[in-house]
């Protein structure tokens, strides 16, 4: 299906209203110049809200558990942060020249036909991440639900939630997500703002009620990591957070206005996107340095061990502290997963596709909260997979936006297959999945198979080294493959 064949069968496009109490009315087409607005500092906000989840303390208690001291967690921690936001930051750059999401950019180099496998890529992760994302603000939610109400929301044991608990979070955070989602870009960035800031407020005061339980004396403890361990721990923390966005970074910068800065798009990205989330990661290792009991039992359910000493009085705003904190990261992955959805070519409206992303994520929500629990690991496992692929993704995405800097995308005249980048994509992919490794014995198959046996159980194996691989060979061959394309298509006469 061609360009205009898709607009053809969307029909015309509805007239823009960029006021929050308005439905979005643009889709993947690129924003007019007209509708643009703000500054590079707005972008602040939407990327603080989503990585101020009380998910960010675990994140500190996981790095140690791979076994880096306390001060190398938060070294690698901060590295793995800092460098896969930067990603983020620079994609983000590409919205505001476009004025197009993240999504449709790509087809510039992979090609209308192309697109559609990294975009299949891109939707599948920001669904799978809103179901996760839902469903761990309703497994904790319903625990402190059960502590504020146990007549009404906990079993005859007082303590373990009902059903009826867990449903009321996920339906309460589940019609939040999709109700903003709907509404799209401005009220996102203003939902994001005031959820910053309510959050912060409520995670400092956590912060100050949990202050005995953090041994400063503690960050000298403990047997430190060699390098392989440490590169490991930056490579996670790599995978913990940006890398699960960089394929939605154009889509929160398409309204600035065209020519504005690249460094300062990039800078606040990176800002926004690093300082709660490390934050949070900082007091977590300080938590497991200080409390290991309290740090194990919070690996497995991080909303309800984080609040088990709490007092009663702050239990309600640490219920909506945990549910506001995923919801925040929700909002922008429904938002994003309505774009991959419109860059795939299904002709719904903007607004209607997160609505089917909404469907989707109650069913997936429903699935992992009420038939199968365990589900959890393997999916987190397949998330990781598709990590290696966006990982792919961006090295080509990041090249192609060097090559046309000086020149910019035109989106008008795209190929149907950009060979160069579909083949830099599934080359990488596929070596990037044969140097990771999976705890879940059925994706395990499917994964490390260029290790040999003792690698993948050794520090190697632990460093799942296959998503900097995959990053590293994509960007590689695609800056080879890309000129020799461009040389061969090039009208006679073209320099």
């Known amino acids: 299906m061609t360009q205009q064949q898709e607009r053809e069968e969307l029909g015309p496009p509805a007239a823009a209203n960029t006021s929050a109490g308005s439905v979005e009315r643009n889709g993947i087409d690129p924003v007019p110049d007209s509708e643009r607005h703000g500054t590079p500092r707005s972008l602040f906000w939407p990327w603080a809200a989503s990585g101020l989840s009380l998910l960010g303390i675990a994140y500190g208690i996981y790095l140690m558990g791979l076994g880096l001291s306390p001060w190398q967690a938060i070294a690698t921690g901060a590295l793995g942060y800092v460098l896969s936001f930067l990603l983020v930051g ?15 950019i790509g087809r510039a180099s992979f090609g209308l036909q192309g697109n559609k496998l990294p975009t299949l890529f891109s939707y599948v992760s920001n669904v799978g991440w809103e179901t996760v994302l839902v469903a761990l603000s309703s497994l904790g939610g319903a625990v402190i639900l059960a502590r504020v109400a146990p007549g009404t929301f906990a079993h005859a044991d007082g303590r373990t939630p009902t059903t009826a608990a867990q449903a009321v979070c996920f339906a309460v955070t589940a019609v939040a997500v999709v109700v903003v989602g709907i509404y799209g870009h401005a009220l996102i960035m203003k939902v994001q703002k005031y959820l910053t800031w309510a ?14 339980r953090v041994e400063w004396s503690a960050l ?16 996670f923390a790599m995978t913990l957070l940006g890398l699960g966005w960089v394929n939605c970074g154009a889509d929160y910068s398409r309204y600035l206005p065209r020519h504005s800065s690249g460094r300062a798009i990039t800078g606040w990205t990176t800002l926004g996107g690093v300082l709660p989330p490390l934050v949070l990661l900082v007091f977590g290792v300080l938590l497991n340095a200080g409390d290991p009991q309290l740090a194990e039992a919070a690996t497995a359910d991080p909303v309800s061990a984080l609040a088990a000493e709490l007092p009663t009085w702050f239990l309600v705003p640490y219920l909506l502290t945990a549910i506001g904190g995923f919801a925040s990261g929700a909002i922008m992955d429904i938002y994003s997963s309505g774009m991959s959805m419109l860059a795939l070519g299904i002709p719904v409206r903007r607004h209607l596709a997160v609505l089917v992303d909404g469907v989707l994520m109650a069913v997936g929500g429903w699935y992992v909260l009420f038939v199968s629990p365990s589900f959890f ?12 692929a966006m990982a792919a993704w961006t090295a080509v995405f990041l090249v192609e936006q060097w090559r046309r ?3 910019g995308f035109d989106l008008r005249n795209v190929r149907s297959l950009g060979w160069p980048a579909v083949l830099s994509l599934i080359v990488a992919t596929v070596v990037g999945l044969g140097l990771i490794t999976s705890a879940d014995p059925h994706i395990a198959r499917a994964v490390g198979f260029l290790l040999t046996d003792s690698a993948a159980k050794g520090t190697l194996g632990a460093m799942n080294l296959g998503v900097v691989v995959a990053l590293a060979v994509a960007g590689v ?15 006679e006469g073209t320099p």
Do not use: K, N, W
């Open 90 to 104: 620079l994609v983000s750059v590409a919205g505001a020249r476009t004025g197009a999401p993240t999504m449709a």
């Open 199 to 212: 959050i912060t407020a409520l995670t400092v005061v956590y912060m100050v009620l949990m202050a005995d």
């Open 220 to 235: 000298g403890d403990g047997r430190s990591g060699g390098l392989g361990t440490f590169v490991g721990g930056v490579v």
């Open 377 to 388: 690991a393997t999916f987190q496992a397949f998330l990781s997979i598709i990590g290696v």
């Open 405 to 407: 800097r000086h020149t």
């Open 477 to 491: 061959l695609y800056a080879v493959t890309a000129p020799l394309a461009a040389r061969r298509t090039a009208p």
